[in-house]
């Protein structure tokens, strides 16, 4: 079983910034896509940034403000760097992850992150991240 916990997320003003956590229960290694998803009611789930056989993507929209990042040594940290952050960027945030060699319950958050898509089988209760102009 899987566990995800995201954590750090609050209310910031635009162009601020905030860093987002994670800690994952479970085997990670370099095969295993860890990355972060974004929901805002009456909006399509956004694939934020993911990490995948040691390389970050990113969507477009975040490229170049965003840094995902992956701490082995720290309890399986995840952590989402989030600079220059706009009103756009108001959702809730969550940590997810395929499992890697993990049981997969069905179904799954299917995520496109750019023009790559992900599926995540487990993800966290999420965090709430708010910018206001």
């Known amino acids: 079983q899987v566990q995800l916990l995201e954590s750090g997320g609050g209310s910031v003003q635009s162009g601020g910034s905030l860093t987002l956590s994670c800690t994952i229960s479970?085997?990670?290694?370099?095969?295993?896509?860890i990355g972060w998803f974004r929901q805002t009611p009456g909006k399509e789930r956004e694939g934020v940034a993911v990490i995948y056989l040691n390389s970050p993507y990113y969507s477009p929209s975040v490229a170049g403000r965003f840094t995902i990042s992956h701490e082995d040594s720290n309890k399986n940290t995840l952590n989402l760097e989030m600079r220059r952050l706009k009103p756009d960027d108001t959702a809730m945030y969550y940590c997810?992850?395929?499992?890697?060699?993990?049981?997969?319950?069905?179904?799954?958050?299917?995520?496109?992150?750019?023009?790559?898509?992900?599926?995540?089988?487990?993800w966290g209760q999420g965090t709430q991240v708010t910018v206001s102009s």
């Open positions: 479970g085997h990670i290694d370099s095969s295993t896509s």
């Open positions: 997810a992850t395929d499992g890697g060699p993990a049981t997969r319950p069905s179904p799954a958050q299917h995520v496109w992150v750019g023009h790559f898509p992900f599926e995540f089988y487990y």
